[in-house]
């Protein structure tokens, strides 16, 4: 009975009725950053501040580079391994994209793709805006702000040294497989625009921690470079801003919707955590920083190659 009741779950998330009445990216946001950086919380109080539909990591990859939630709507997860889930997808507004690759992308953002996966908390309703909350487009946002520039993106960045904190203590309590993915190196596009100066260190990382830095690094690093910052439809915010003042919170309601949000109704979602929040045992902490080779002194030096020692605070 217990199988039949978690069949049935599992199909109502996959097929219940929403209803995404609009097909212009004009009315996408997208809430992007490395994972465990804090857009499950982002993207689920904009959705909620907006009447938004939220859509979970929808930009996951198979090993033939298609966009597996696309054609597999009952995905809850399961089979991990045969899938890209440490991969990151590099195109830059210069190069030639193949015509059924850009539809595909296209498709996502105009919400035409539902499962399990992404609708799991989406509430049966009809929405005219949607918020992909995504830890996978970060080495697409150069490409997607010029290619959609009435999508509006939010950047966010967090302290690699927490980042990769949280991927520890998910990879090793809870079995989350974070990692660096080597098959990003086989673009060879993002290798010779912003790699080759560290392909000799990325190559001599061994420790999962050092991998997982290089993995933020690259991740972080090309955007910033491209200076995506600076373009009228993205916003960058920083973590750390977000949880210790409001005033990053009034950054993003001016950049999404001028009218002012509700502060009554936004202190009662910032007070919720994300369904994807972890708390942290210090006890359990300290034993898997001590068994993972941890050294904070080797990650910083990482990120400082990359240029990005000002985002360590």
Known sequence: MHNIARRLKLFWHSYKPIFDISSNISDTILVAGS????????????????????????????????????????????????????????????????????????????????????DKETSIKIYSKRVIKEIRANLLLNFLAHRWPKMKIIWIIRNP??????????????????????????????????????IKEIKKAKTLPERLMHRWCIENFVPFNQKVYSLSNV???????????????????????????NDDLLDKYLAKPSRTYIKRSDKDMNFILKHTSFCEKKLMNIAKTYGLEKFLI
């Open 35 to 118: 994972a465990r950086s804090g857009t499950t919380w982002i993207g689920s109080v904009c959705a909620k501040m907006l009447n938004a539909r939220p859509i979970f990591e929808p930009f996951i990859l198979d090993k033939e580079k298609k966009f597996f939630l696309l054609f597999n709507r009952v995905w809850n997860g399961t089979n991990k391994d045969q899938l890209l889930m440490n991969y990151c997808l590099y195109i830059s507004p210069k190069m030639d994209v193949d015509v059924y690759l850009l539809y595909q992308i296209e498709s996502i953002l105009k919400g035409k793709i539902r499962s399990f996966w992404t």
């Open 235 to 261: 916003l960058l915010v920083t973590y750390n801003k977000l949880v210790s003042s409001k005033d990053e919170w009034k950054k993003i309601n001016f950049f999404l919707n001028k009218h002012k949000w």
């Open 161 to 198: 040294l927490e980042v990769i904190k949280s991927q520890l203590y998910l990879s090793l309590k809870y079995g989350w497989k974070f990692d660096f993915d080597e098959k990003i190196l086989e673009q060879k596009q993002l290798v010779k625009e912003w790699l080759l100066p560290f």
